[in-house]
């Protein structure tokens, strides 16, 4: 598999307080589609990341950051002349105010003729996102590419960024979400783009792609295939640290388990079960749940799931 779009460097506050009286920060990284690699990555799926970064620290700690995480970053060009990106998190449990600064970013300038150097007759999937379409016109160009390149399947996840996008943002996204194989939305997501929220509804407005996973915050998700009935299951309970990366860390599970055949029940107990390891760390990088737990509650029966609770010392 292959995950393309920028990813940054983080600083997250180690300190309570406002972000101008905080004066001691953890530098991490974060991009969607990164930490999408990094949590296939452990789960043991062979994956791969492109994009760019600069030629500076912050570009260094990226690389180095992914490749640590098991991904193959062979494919991450280093942009001489532009900065890698960098955000900064207002951190807490309900969510995270996050102040950007990739304006002129080495990832920003992709375009549709990385394509040709990315090797795609060795990959099977492609994973992209809507957050990599709204950097730049190249780069939206470099998206609708992917989804419409032969030989590979894809995955979409809407990601909306309301900040990142103009007038044009509903329309482009549906019709990119319409031409990959797979597509994820949350639910408050379709509703800002397009008026509605209930699964069905979602898939009335998407009826192209043959997988559409709705994400429905703390509730659950459902996913909606082709000559098949929408397929439900409930969230974790969690206790929260921190939201950021949970839902790319839910697509990496899903996607590993859509990748292997299970049953849709199945693939969204695997998005759950991964989501639960991102909303337990401040990092956006998801810290996969003990195996034993995670092969535990794969089967277990519905009164066992719904008892469960996820916390930072493990499930109890």
Not at 174 to 200: H, I, K, M, N, Q
Not at 270 to 299: E, F, I, K, W, Y
Request: charged share 20%; hydrophobic share 50%.
């Amino acid at each position: 598999m292959l995950c393309v779009g920028e990813t940054m460097a983080v600083f997250t506050p180690v300190e309570a307080g406002p972000p101008e009286e905080v004066r001691t920060w953890v530098r991490g990284i974060g991009g969607a589609e990164s930490n999408v690699a990094c949590a296939l990555a452990a789960l043991g799926v062979r994956v791969g990341w492109a994009s760019a970064v600069g030629d500076d620290p912050f570009g260094r700690a990226v690389l180095t950051s992914v490749a640590e995480a098991g991904v193959d970053v062979s494919r991450v060009v280093v942009d001489p002349t532009r900065p890698t990106g960098l955000y900064v998190k207002e951190a807490g449990k309900a969510g995270s105010a996050v102040r950007y600064y990739r304006a002129g970013s080495a990832a920003s300038a992709l375009g549709p003729e990385v394509v040709d150097r990315l090797g795609l007759d060795e990959v099977s999937h492609v994973h992209l996102t809507g957050i990599t379409a709204a950097l730049s016109p190249s780069c939206l160009a470099l998206v609708r590419a992917l989804l419409d390149h032969p030989g590979v399947t894809t995955s979409f996840d809407v990601n909306w960024r309301p900040a990142l996008w103009g007038a044009t943002g509903p329309e482009v996204l549906r019709a990119l979400a319409a031409e990959a194989d797979v597509v994820l939305v949350g639910g408050d997501e379709a509703e800002a783009l397009w008026g509605v929220s209930e699964p069905v509804a979602v898939r009335e407005v998407l009826p192209e792609p043959g997988t559409l996973v709705v994400k429905q915050g703390a509730v659950g998700a459902t996913v909606l295939e082709a000559g098949r009935a929408p397929v439900f299951e409930p969230a974790l309970a969690v206790d929260v640290v921190e939201p950021v990366g949970a839902g790319d860390a839910f697509a990496a599970g899903f996607l590993a388990a859509h990748r292997s055949g299970e049953p849709p029940a199945r693939r969204l107990r695997s998005g759950h079960l991964a989501a639960a390891g991102a909303l337990c760390t401040m990092s956006d990088v998801a810290v996969p749940l003990p195996p034993a737990d995670v092969a535990r509650l794969l089967v277990a029966d519905a009164a066992t799931w719904a008892a469960a609770r996820v916390g930072a010392a493990g499930v109890r």
